[in-house]
């Protein structure tokens, strides 16, 4: 196909590209403005390199405390996801057990119900263990995931039978099959499941919001809805803390894109 | 081969899964579903109340208003499908250059955190000094008060809910359009179908079966929207009446309220209403969807 014919695309394309990214410009535009430039009528488009609204937001609120807490939440909940997904994928794909396939519909079951259904008795069991306001409260119930289990289970389905058999002639448990001989071959299917994760964690908001409600133990995007709160129509505050607290996701998806998307994709197929 | 250390190999190693899925799954559904024929005390403790809870809410202005509040907004954002559909026929134009420059752009909002997303559009939604209504003001429309609008809350939040799901949709139709075979095409084109044709008798036909799981998976989400709405209303704000969602009044009630077994009915209900507008959705499939 000659490139004449794919300029149409281009135009329209750009013109989408720049509906998506302008959103993100305007807010890192306005985070350098000062309140009344951010404040004007008709807007004004360009920053006045106002820098002090980062150190603001770090200073009116624990944005550096929540920034941690989000990274140590995303890893704790990312790493025990990748971890007891795959012991329980592989199991599924590659062992036989009585009731193998009645446990598997009960895993597959929960993915149909809303997450706001967990909410409730999740908040109560967390009262009862004492954990308001921790961080393992935000990581706990993340580790467990039924969705993983399945997306992993697909990539463990798709490896040789001969690699197991091979195996146990030698004397492998399943193990050490699992450990060393499977889970290296699935690595693509851990980084999509990874990066959905992190995604996922570093981003949600009502059951952070829920169960830790001291600004100390809050998340960003909690921490973010607070500040709402408290600076209602600062926005060059606001978005301060904002280009703070997606930045990071961001940076990481532009390095990480390609096996994302693939990972996205595979869901697509698979679903 | 079946050998009882296999079992119990298979055993020890779902072990942990499954009783973390137990207790912070199984668990909390069969709690919820009991808190909803709840009611609870000023100290702790629940009382059963029978169907009391269904019965208020049944009644309930606010339930009845979110409930078609939700409803509206899975419409609205359902009807921005087709967007994800044009952008991944486009992107997937052979021989395009920059495709995944083009596709990075459109993932951003994806990636992005809802809260950040909901705070930028809550500023440009402004009816005062927001960038919409300037850009719309020089085109002569007087633009309302979108976020501070009861009547046109929703239509801003679900303008939102379109721009950071198309990337992720598009994804989803760039890998259903890649399995399409180009034989299929070629043939056409030898039969002298344009373009357009193509993309009408061909491809959307073909990629019907992913266009239903991105239907499937996109009602399912927008109908437990809070994100959004959480982050671009005020908390007080009138327009609140015409934005707020199932689930914005399950965490009112829940926990700004404390009325724990009225917001486990409320999740009970979002529940059953996902559960039988899935159902119509596979019902429906029959009818339009192909399988090879």
Same mark, same amino acid.
């Given at each position: 196909?000659?490139?004449?014919?794919?300029?149409?695309? $281009?135009?329209?394309?750009?013109?989408?590209?720049?509906?998506?990214?302008?959103?993100?410009?305007? +807010?890192? /535009?306005?985070?350098?403005?000062?309140?009344?430039?951010?404040?004007?009528?008709?807007?004004?488009?360009?920053?006045?390199?106002?820098?002090? =609204?980062?150190?603001?937001?770090?200073?009116?609120?624990?944005?550096?405390?929540?920034?941690?807490?989000?990274?140590?939440?995303?890893?704790?909940?990312?790493?025990?996801?990748?971890?007891?997904?795959?012991?329980?994928?592989?199991?599924?794909?590659?062992?036989?057990?009585?009731?193998?396939?009645?446990?598997?519909?009960?895993?597959?079951?929960?993915?149909?119900?809303?997450?706001?259904?967990?909410?409730?008795?999740?908040?109560?069991?967390?009262?009862?263990? @004492?954990?308001?306001?921790?961080?393992? &409260?935000?990581?706990?119930?993340?580790?467990?995931?039924?969705?993983?289990?399945?997306?992993?289970?697909?990539?463990?389905?798709?490896?040789?039978?001969?690699?197991?058999?091979?195996?146990? *002639?030698?004397?492998?448990?399943? !193990?050490?099959?699992?450990?060393?001989?499977?889970?290296?071959?699935?690595?693509?299917?851990?980084?999509?499941?990874?990066?959905?994760?992190?995604?996922?964690?570093?981003?949600?908001? *009502?059951?952070?919001?829920?169960?830790?409600?001291?600004?100390?133990?809050?998340?960003?995007?909690?921490?973010?809805?607070?500040?709402?709160?408290?600076?209602?129509?600062?926005?060059?505050?606001?978005?301060?803390?904002?280009?703070?607290?997606?930045?990071?996701?961001?940076?990481?998806?532009?390095?990480?894109?390609?096996?994302?998307?693939? @990972?996205?994709?595979?869901?697509?197929?698979? @679903? | 081969?079946?050998?009882?250390?296999?079992?119990?190999?298979?055993?020890?190693?779902?072990?942990?899964?499954? *009783?973390?899925?137990?207790?912070?799954?199984?668990?909390?559904?069969?709690?919820?579903?009991?808190?909803?024929?709840?009611?609870?005390?000023?100290?702790?403790? $629940?009382?059963?109340?029978?169907?009391?809870?269904?019965?208020?809410?049944?009644?309930?202005? +606010?339930?009845?208003?979110?409930?078609?509040?939700?409803?509206?907004?899975?419409?609205? /954002?359902?009807?921005?499908?087709?967007? &994800?559909?044009?952008?991944?026929?486009?992107?997937?134009?052979?021989?395009?250059?920059?495709?995944?420059?083009?596709?990075?752009?459109?993932?951003?909002?994806? /990636?992005?955190?809802?809260?950040?997303?909901?705070?930028?559009?809550?500023?440009?939604?402004?009816?005062?000094?927001?960038?919409?209504? $300037?850009?719309?003001?020089?085109?002569?429309?007087?633009?309302?008060?979108?976020?501070?609008?009861?009547?046109?809350?929703?239509?801003?939040?679900?303008?939102?809910?379109?721009?950071?799901?198309?990337?992720?949709?598009?994804?989803?139709?760039?890998?259903?359009?890649?399995?399409?075979?180009?034989?299929?095409?070629?043939?056409?084109?030898?039969?002298?179908?344009?373009?357009?044709?193509?993309?009408?008798?061909?491809?959307?036909?073909?990629?019907?079966?992913?266009?239903?799981?991105?239907?499937?998976?996109?009602?399912?989400?927008?109908?437990?929207?809070?994100? *959004?709405?959480?982050?671009?209303?005020?908390?007080?704000?009138?327009?609140? =009446?015409?934005?707020?969602?199932?689930?914005?009044?399950?965490?009112?009630?829940?926990?700004?309220? =404390?009325?724990?077994?009225?917001?486990?009915?409320?999740?009970?209900?979002? !529940?059953?209403?996902?559960?039988?507008?899935?159902?119509?959705?596979?019902?429906?499939?029959?009818?339009?969807? $192909?399988?090879?």
């Amino acid at each position: 196909m000659s490139r004449a014919r794919t300029w149409p695309a $281009h135009v329209i394309l750009t013109a989408g590209a720049l509906v998506m990214i302008a959103p993100f410009v305007w +807010q890192v /535009v306005v985070s350098l403005q000062t309140l009344p430039d951010s404040l004007r009528v008709p807007p004004k488009f360009t920053p006045s390199w106002e820098w002090s =609204n980062f150190p603001e937001v770090f200073r009116s609120v624990p944005l550096a405390r929540q920034f941690v807490n989000t990274v140590v939440v995303t890893v704790g909940v990312t790493a025990g996801q990748l971890l007891l997904c795959s012991m329980a994928a592989f199991a599924f794909a590659r062992l036989r057990f009585p009731g193998r396939g009645a446990i598997f519909m009960v895993f597959l079951a929960m993915l149909m119900v809303p997450g706001e259904l967990f909410i409730i008795p999740r908040y109560e069991i967390m009262q009862g263990l @004492g954990w308001l306001n921790t961080l393992q &409260a935000l990581i706990a119930p993340g580790v467990f995931g039924a969705f993983g289990t399945f997306l992993l289970r697909q990539f463990f389905l798709t490896l040789p039978k001969e690699l197991d058999e091979a195996a146990r *002639l030698d004397g492998a448990n399943p !193990l050490q099959i699992y450990w060393h001989i499977m889970l290296p071959l699935v690595r693509p299917g851990l980084l999509a499941l990874g990066l959905l994760t992190v995604m996922w964690s570093w981003s949600s908001l *009502l059951w952070p919001l829920v169960v830790n409600t001291d600004p100390e133990m809050m998340t960003l995007s909690a921490g973010l809805a607070s500040l709402r709160g408290q600076f209602q129509t600062n926005f060059p505050i606001l978005f301060a803390g904002s280009v703070v607290a997606s930045l990071p996701v961001i940076a990481l998806f532009v390095v990480m894109q390609r096996q994302l998307i693939a @990972g996205i994709a595979f869901t697509g197929s698979k @679903g | 081969m079946l050998s009882k250390r296999e079992w119990v190999w298979g055993y020890l190693l779902i072990a942990p899964m499954a *009783l973390g899925l137990g207790v912070f799954y199984l668990w909390p559904i069969a709690q919820t579903l009991y808190l909803s024929f709840t009611e609870s005390g000023v100290f702790g403790g $629940h009382t059963w109340v029978g169907t009391d809870n269904f019965t208020e809410l049944l009644g309930d202005d +606010q339930m009845r208003d979110a409930l078609g509040n939700t409803l509206l907004y899975a419409v609205l /954002v359902l009807a921005g499908v087709p967007v &994800a559909i044009v952008v991944a026929a486009l992107l997937n134009v052979p021989g395009l250059r920059g495709m995944s420059v083009y596709r990075t752009l459109y993932f951003l909002p994806v /990636v992005t955190m809802p809260a950040a997303v909901g705070l930028t559009w809550r500023y440009l939604f402004n009816g005062d000094f927001g960038a919409i209504n $300037h850009f719309l003001g020089e085109l002569g429309i007087d633009g309302p008060y979108w976020v501070g609008d009861p009547d046109f809350a929703i239509y801003a939040i679900a303008i939102v809910g379109v721009w950071s799901s198309v990337g992720y949709n598009a994804v989803l139709f760039l890998a259903g359009l890649q399995g399409i075979p180009r034989q299929y095409y070629e043939a056409a084109s030898m039969d002298g179908a344009g373009r357009l044709r193509q993309f009408f008798r061909i491809t959307l036909p073909l990629l019907t079966p992913t266009t239903f799981f991105v239907l499937v998976i996109t009602m399912i989400n927008a109908l437990q929207v809070f994100d *959004l709405v959480y982050l671009m209303i005020d908390l007080n704000s009138p327009a609140l =009446n015409g934005s707020r969602t199932i689930v914005y009044l399950f965490f009112e009630k829940g926990f700004v309220q =404390n009325q724990r077994g009225l917001a486990a009915a409320i999740a009970v209900v979002l !529940l059953g209403l996902i559960l039988v507008l899935t159902a119509i959705q596979f019902r429906l499939q029959k009818k339009w969807v $192909h399988y090879e």
